[in-house]
């Protein structure tokens, strides 16, 4: 990392799991920490820039010197970010955001009754923030960064989905059972749209967030 090299800059950076719920008491989630988009957060206060945080559902603790907004559906973060996004120079997508929400929502506890098969739960598409942002650039050469899990065949899908989403830089993650999600180190590639692949060694995630700041400083310069 450079020191300060992102003064005068605003960054947006999403973290967390979003939560979809069903009913006041049950949701769809995912296992998201947090973990990645708080290393991005603090290690870009570090470098100087202003930071939004939005965080869903992170137990992590504020990180001292970001603005954070906490959030907890997808529709609530797209909100949020878009609001962020405004103004900012980067925004760097390391939410796990839900890809579907139940259609509907029930205003009372759902209920089992005897001798009845539960209702099947039907979901509808989320926004997707990454590429809406992505389209719409809301600040000119505002760079956009999205993350990406994926189990099998990782680089192949990593540059169908940085091609389908039309960010520019995409950190494609290797997640399995004990990988990553919840953990303290990780490894990763960061794909460009120019072909170019930047190995991040295996370590803590500080050191993949300012390898993805470094990325980003380059372009915005
Ligand atoms: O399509 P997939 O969920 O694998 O894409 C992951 C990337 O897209 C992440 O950067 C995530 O934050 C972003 N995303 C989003 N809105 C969605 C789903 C994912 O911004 N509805």
Known sequence: GQAMDLAGRHVVVS??????????VRFLGNRSSGKQGYALARTAVARGARVTLVAAN??????????????GTATQMREAVLKAAADADAVVMAAAVADFRPASYA???IK??????????VLVRNPDILAELSAERPRPGQIVVGFAAE?????????AKLARKGCDLLVVNEVGERKTFGAERSEAVVLA???SETPVPFGPKEGLADIV??????RLS
């Open 15 to 24: 973290a967390g799991g979003t939560r979809e719920p069903l009913d006041p």
């Open 58 to 71: 992170s137990e992590l603790p504020d990180p001292a010197g970001a603005d954070v907004v906490r959030v």
């Open 107 to 109: 205003s009372g506890k």
């Open 112 to 121: 089992k009754r005897d001798g009845q098969d539960p209702e099947p739960v």
């Open 151 to 159: 189990t099998d065949d990782v680089l192949a899908n990593g540059r």
């Open 193 to 195: 749209p120019d072909g």
């Open 213 to 218: 700041w470094d990325l980003v400083a380059d």
